[in-house]
C-alpha cells in the first residue's frame, strides 16, 4: 500500500471564516499540485450545500503507481467545542 500527504491548513482556515449565506458551489480556495504535496491536479475548497467540502485526486508515494479520490466535509457536532 502507499501513502499520500496533503496540507489540511486551507480546509481549516475556510472553515473558520464562517461562511454562512454563500451561494452554494462558491470557490473558497485553490490548491496546486506542488511538490510539497502529493495532489495530482488542482484541489478546490468550495461551499457546497451549506458545509465547506474539498475534494482532491492524491498521487501515492512508496508504490509502483496509483492514486486514491478522497473529499473532505466539515460536519458540526451539537455540543462539541469545535475549532
Not at 3 to 18: G, L, S, T, Y
Not at 42 to 57: D, N
Amino acid at each position: 500500500m502507499g501513502v499520500a500527504e496533503f496540507d489540511i491548513r486551507p480546509f481549516i482556515e475556510a472553515i473558520k471564516m464562517k461562511l454562512d449565506g454563500l451561494p452554494d458551489g462558491t470557490i473558497i480556495t485553490k490548491i496546486q499540485p506542488s511538490r510539497t504535496n502529493c495532489l495530482s491536479e488542482e484541489s478546490s475548497v468550495i461551499w457546497k450545500e451549506g458545509k465547506v467540502v474539498q475534494g482532491m485526486m492524491l498521487r501515492l508515494k512508496n508504490v509502483e503507481c496509483g492514486e486514491v479520490e478522497i473529499e473532505l466535509q466539515w460536519i458540526d457536532i451539537p455540543g462539541s467545542r469545535g475549532l
